[in-house]
């Protein structure tokens, strides 16, 4: 089936500090996002990727949609202690001709900020 | 911001018992999608509704699981005799359009199944 796998599975950081999360895919999305999951929450979108090679800001946020359709990558700058959540990348995928969608969720990045 | 709202926000139930998780999507989306989210793993796709029908399910959807919408505002997913492995945070999420990524999910409804 398809997968997403995340890295780093966790980060550590001091506030201030900029920080760079990658999603690798083993089948092609043609549309990718970034959604943070705060605890006891859902999943909120961050960012939304269309067209391979994409680079998209969301304020402090920056995510590119790879050449290949395959992969991406999201950096947080000058982290801030709100910033600390799950970070999953999650591919939209659809079926039947267009009649369904689904998103596939990666195995997601733990982040951490010290004040 | 419209936000899709999940009642109740913890359930603790017996194996065996039936459950329902309530979902009330928003307003003026026509696609709703339960998914759940294992403690400490990724979250995965259920079901995707449209139209008064399921227009998709995972392998995980199996026969002790349905989903409704009873009336013009709630979506509901019911598990017919709950399992141990079953326990999960059950997130359900709604869309405007077909393909559109801009989902908008609810807050999520923790499932406890002793």
């Known amino acids: 089936g398809q997968q997403l796998n995340q890295s780093p599975q966790s980060m550590f950081i001091q506030e201030g500090e900029d920080v760079s999360m990658n999603c690798t895919s083993s089948s092609i999305f043609n549309t990718w996002l970034w959604y943070k999951q705060d605890p006891g929450e859902g999943p909120v979108l961050l960012i939304a990727?269309?067209?391979?090679?994409e680079l998209t800001s969301n304020g402090r946020l920056t995510a590119q949609f790879g050449i290949t359709r395959k992969d991406s990558f999201l950096n947080i700058s000058a982290s801030i202690p709100s910033d600390v959540g799950i970070y999953f990348c999650?591919?939209?995928?659809?079926?039947?001709?267009?009649?369904?969608?689904?998103?596939?969720f990666g195995t997601g990045t733990l982040l951490a900020v010290q004040p | 911001e419209p936000e899709v709202t999940q009642t109740p926000s913890h359930q603790v139930t017996q194996m065996g018992q039936e459950v329902i998780l309530r979902c009330v999507p928003i307003?003026?989306?026509?696609?709703f999608y339960w998914y759940r989210q294992i403690l400490g793993q990724k979250v995965e796709f259920l079901v995707s509704f449209y139209n008064n029908e399921i227009s998709e399910k995972s392998e995980i959807f199996d026969d002790q699981f349905s989903v409704e919408r009873p009336d013009g505002s709630n979506f509901t997913l019911k598990i017919r005799s709950t399992k141990l492995e079953d326990s999960a945070m059950y997130f359900c999420?709604?869309?405007?359009?077909?393909?559109?990524?801009?989902?908008?999910f609810g807050s999520g409804t923790r499932l406890t199944v002793v």
């Open positions: 307003s003026n989306h026509l696609y």
């Open positions: 999650a591919g939209l995928t659809t079926n039947y001709g267009g009649a369904t969608n689904k998103l596939i």
């Open positions: 990727l269309y067209k391979a090679g």
């Open positions: 999420a709604s869309s405007p359009t077909r393909g559109s990524p801009r989902y908008t």
